[in-house]
């Protein structure tokens, strides 16, 4: 028999085995929807990889625009620079680090007195950049690219009135007992500081350094007199403008919304490294209020009479 006829024989016999098995167990059988299973396995692992690995860019809620908090509490371990620096003033030392938030101390009309008081303040004088600042305790605000002194100004005798003052001390006190009360420290042991100011944010490109408003930084670093920082929201995060959250970058960029009337306190220490996102349209005030515990940093309440308006 010829090698030709040999491999003939044995294609034939190798399809009669396969036909064999066939006929014993049948097709072999076929899963039309396993592509789309297979495909759908393959998403949800990538999915779960890219949370786990992007952890460290997740952002947290801590107050939302929409809600109307009484209080919510975020303590946090108190840093060891600020433990160190702070226990200089026994009486002052907090039972807790951390931040507050509440949406229920200040009443609207005492905002609106206040955001008429910054707009009225801002009209006579603005940074050039994004970032205006008006400081009633030294007249300092902003004008072009430096500063002057508010009270200075003419014009500025038909801004302010003792009725603004009053509201001014009403608000100052009611952050005063609050923060007291919320890290657990003798009232008559902590002190207004300076400085205490309004805030002005647009989207107008920075100028100078004092316009970057949007870097992260730690208030005790930037203000060594302060120990607990209070912000008091003038204008509505979504409404009045868009960008410019405030952001707790530790833990998990912990996010306040800011909402007319709502006041958030923290500790002033590396326990609370923030920043202010930067503000894409409209315009943003707000007042920070801050305290220290060193008596030698107080500054009294400003009055309008002082200023021979």
């Not at 009443?107 to 205006?132: H, I, N, P, R, W």
């Not at 605000?141 to 003419?154: A, H, P, T």
């Not at 009337?261 to 202010?276: D, L």
């Not at 943003?284 to 002082?306: G, H, M, W």
Request: charged share 25%; with cysteine; aromatic share 10%.
């Amino acid at each position: 028999m010829s090698k030709q006829s040999k491999k003939k024989e044995a294609k034939a016999q190798n399809d009669q085995k396969d036909n064999n098995k066939s006929l014993r167990y049948g097709p072999m059988p076929t899963f039309p929807r396993q592509r789309i299973f297979t495909r759908g396995i393959i998403v949800i692992s990538t999915l779960i990889i890219v949370y786990f690995t992007s952890s460290n860019d997740k952002t947290t809620i801590f107050a939302s625009q929409k809600e109307s908090l009484a209080q919510r509490v975020h303590t946090i371990d108190c840093s060891d620079s600020y433990k160190t620096e702070i226990s200089s003033y026994p009486d002052c030392v907090p039972e807790k680090c951390g931040r507050a938030v509440t949406d229920k101390l200040i009443t609207g009309k005492e905002t609106d007195v206040l955001l008429q008081l910054a707009k009225s303040a801002f009209a006579l004088g603005s940074s050039d950049g994004g970032a205006s600042i008006l400081d009633l305790h030294s007249g300092a605000l902003s004008y072009g690219k430096q500063f002057v002194n508010i009270y200075s100004l003419d014009n500025a005798k038909n801004v302010f009135s003792p009725q603004d003052f009053a509201i001014y001390k009403i608000v100052k006190s009611k952050i005063h007992h609050a923060i007291a009360h919320n890290f657990g420290v003798d009232i008559n042991k902590i002190f207004l500081t300076h400085p205490t100011f309004f805030s002005k944010m647009t989207n107008a490109e920075a100028k100078t350094i004092h316009d970057e408003y949007w870097h992260e930084h730690v208030d005790k670093e930037t203000y060594p007199s302060f120990h607990y920082t209070s912000l008091l929201y003038l204008t509505d995060y979504g409404n009045d403008f868009k960008g410019g959250k405030f952001i707790f970058t530790a833990p998990n960029n912990a996010t306040v919304e800011p909402r007319r009337g709502r006041v958030i306190m923290f500790t002033s220490g590396a326990e609370n490294p923030h920043f202010v996102e930067r503000v894409t349209s409209g315009t943003r005030y707000a007042l920070t209020v801050s305290f220290t515990c060193d008596q030698n940093e107080a500054i009294s309440d400003p009055n309008i009479k002082e200023k021979d308006l």
